[in-house]
């Protein structure tokens, strides 16, 4: 924990998508103090046909959510959105006003862990 899912848009090289899993892995782990070993990265890619932005078909987008237990301060998740979004703009040329990040808190008792134990059982 945290996870982070990535929406963006096809058209991506291999190179961009291994730079965008580990550079916003890193972010993670450099803006809010979180172990490497708990962050998990995924990415679905969009057909552009898939997507309108404020009226736009076919836009280009990275989109980021981000799942984790509850308690991190409001200056941590601003730095976390502030990272993310620096991170997927340098990768993909997105300008970072386009680029959005969703944070989603989860109470420790709907959070399931390693063994099959919530977060707040593991004393998280």
């Avoid at 990272?83 to 386009?98: H, M, Q």
């Avoid at 959070?111 to 004393?123: C, L, N, R, T, Y």
Wanted: aromatic letters at 4%.
């Amino acid at each position: 924990m945290p996870y982070i899912t990535i929406s963006a848009t096809q058209g991506l090289s291999s190179d961009q998508k291994k730079q965008l899993l580990e550079r916003s892995s890193n972010a993670v782990v450099d803006s809010i103090g979180a172990p490497q070993a708990s962050v998990r990265v995924m990415l679905h890619e969009l057909p552009r046909e898939h997507y309108l932005d404020a009226g736009q078909f076919g836009a280009a987008t990275v989109m980021y959510q981000v799942e984790f237990i509850v308690g991190r301060t409001e200056e941590l998740k601003s730095a976390l959105i502030a990272s993310l979004s620096k991170t997927a703009s340098e990768i993909t040329g997105i300008p970072e006003r386009d680029v959005r990040v969703r944070l989603i808190d989860f109470p420790k008792e709907n959070m399931g862990m390693a063994g099959g134990i919530s977060a707040k059982k593991m004393g998280h």
